[in-house]
């Protein structure tokens, strides 16, 4: 594992770097704290969990090992259990921002942030387990960490972690869903397609998009293996990044009212393969930038047969059915 690159290095570690104790003061680094000095394009965050006593971790030290990170702008600082004097963030620290801190057992490495497994921990510790899932799952999916790490430090979450997760978004999709008691395997390759993210059932793909500034159809790819999907009866569902982190509410009751009325399942689920578009007065702002029927779909897309689920949720319209495609 390589460390991430914080510009924070510890006193001793500078002189093994070759590093007098006189070079080291000359004004070209910057002490942060006694035993600890930054270089002009350190971290702000770590220099600012140093100064506190600490060092970086849970979703403060995510994003620098390029894990799944959740919007939280608390500032995470692990400190040893028998720290004293720590201090505030200072200047170092952005004003008003909370800081939550968390106690390592025993003393800390000399380092700037804490190790992938630790980073796993606290966030189990102050985020909600789901978040937590989605941030070992990257951990375990980049290789970082292993299920044999995870399982006697953090067994609440190991229990619902699957290396093959590709984003947090299906992280935190496959986790909501299966504690609702419902089939869902991961990554499932369908011939003439590929991978499809989540199968709920028998039939029912969900594709959930990585990031907030993704649209749901990131290329014409994506246009390629939906109509793939549906011409074998599949039933496609496309999550932006908003549907999964802000409107799961909305998002879970359609999947729900799919699976009572047994669409999810080739016997009594029928025949014909749909795409399912969340509609836009989920969020008014959509319609200024038009409808995702209107940018993505032809003009005969609404289907006049086939499976519909317009009838079972409102703010919901069929795009393509297979009978479209034929």
Request: charged share 25%; hydrophobic share 40%.
């Amino acid at each position: 594992m390589v460390e991430p690159p914080l510009g924070i290095t510890p006193t001793s570690e500078l002189h093994a770097m070759g590093y007098t104790r006189y070079s080291i003061a000359d004004g070209t680094l910057e002490r942060v704290r006694r035993g600890w000095y930054a270089g002009s394009a350190a971290d702000a965050d770590a220099k600012a969990a140093v100064h506190i006593g600490g060092v970086l971790t849970a979703a403060s030290a995510t994003r620098h090992y390029s894990l799944w990170t959740p919007d939280d702008n608390r500032l995470h600082v692990l400190v040893a259990r028998n720290a004293s004097r720590l201090r505030s963030p200072g200047a170092q620290g952005p004003k008003g921002r909370e800081t939550c801190l968390h106690w390592a057992v025993g003393t800390l490495t000399a380092r700037a942030i804490a190790s992938p497994l630790q980073v796993v921990k606290d966030a189990a510790h102050c985020l909600p387990l789901e978040h937590a899932v989605a941030i070992a799952d990257s951990a375990l999916n980049t290789r970082l960490l292993r299920l044999a790490d995870l399982r006697p430090v953090v067994p609440a979450v190991a229990r619902w972690c699957d290396p093959a997760s590709q984003s947090g978004t299906e992280s935190l999709s496959r986790v909501r869903l299966r504690r609702k008691n419902l089939r869902v395997r991961t990554q499932v390759e369908i011939e003439g397609v590929g991978f499809v993210d989540l199968l709920v059932g028998d039939r029912l793909v969900i594709e959930c998009d990585s990031a907030s500034f993704h649209d749901g159809y990131q290329s014409v790819r994506d246009y390629d293996r939906d109509m793939a999907l549906i011409r074998q009866g599949y039933i496609v569902l496309r999550l932006k990044y908003r549907h999964v982190m802000f409107e799961w509410e909305k998002v879970e009751g359609l999947i729900l009212a799919i699976v009572r009325a047994r669409r999810h399942l080739w016997r009594g689920g029928g025949s014909a393969g749909t795409v399912v578009s969340l509609w836009s007065t989920w969020n008014r702002s959509d319609r200024a930038r038009g409808s995702v029927r209107a940018r993505h779909a032809p003009r005969h897309a609404t289907s006049r047969h086939g499976t519909s689920i317009q009838d079972m949720t409102p703010g919901v319209d069929t795009v393509w059915t297979s009978d479209d495609l034929t």
